[in-house]
């Protein structure tokens, strides 16, 4: 197995949870669960190539939201928060 991690970067290339909300939910509308990318011996062609199209299907949409500054309208809902964070 190998795994493959992303960044999620805004229009000015810095972290966003925003933008990180916005590629997750893609995904998972596509049928993907990927806060990782977990590649196995137990997944077939059909598995990878699904993968490959959501991933770009995400991609593109992604690009319209660094384009527009603004990933809200793709969102469909709130940003996410990292799970370890400072309780202040």
Do not use: I
Not at 13 to 20: A, E, K, L, M, V
Not at 27 to 38: C, N, Q, T, Y
């Amino acid at each position: 197995a190998s795994n493959l991690v992303f960044a999620t970067l805004d229009e000015d290339g810095r972290p966003s949870q925003r933008y990180r909300t916005l590629f997750l939910r893609q995904l998972l509308a596509g049928g993907v669960l990927a806060p990782s990318f977990v590649v196995s011996s137990a997944l077939g062609d059909a598995d990878l190539d699904h993968t490959v199209d959501v991933v770009a299907e995400a991609c593109a949409v992604y690009r319209k939201a660094l384009d527009a500054a603004d990933p809200t309208p793709w969102m469909a809902g709130r940003p996410v928060k990292p799970v370890f964070r400072r309780l202040v």
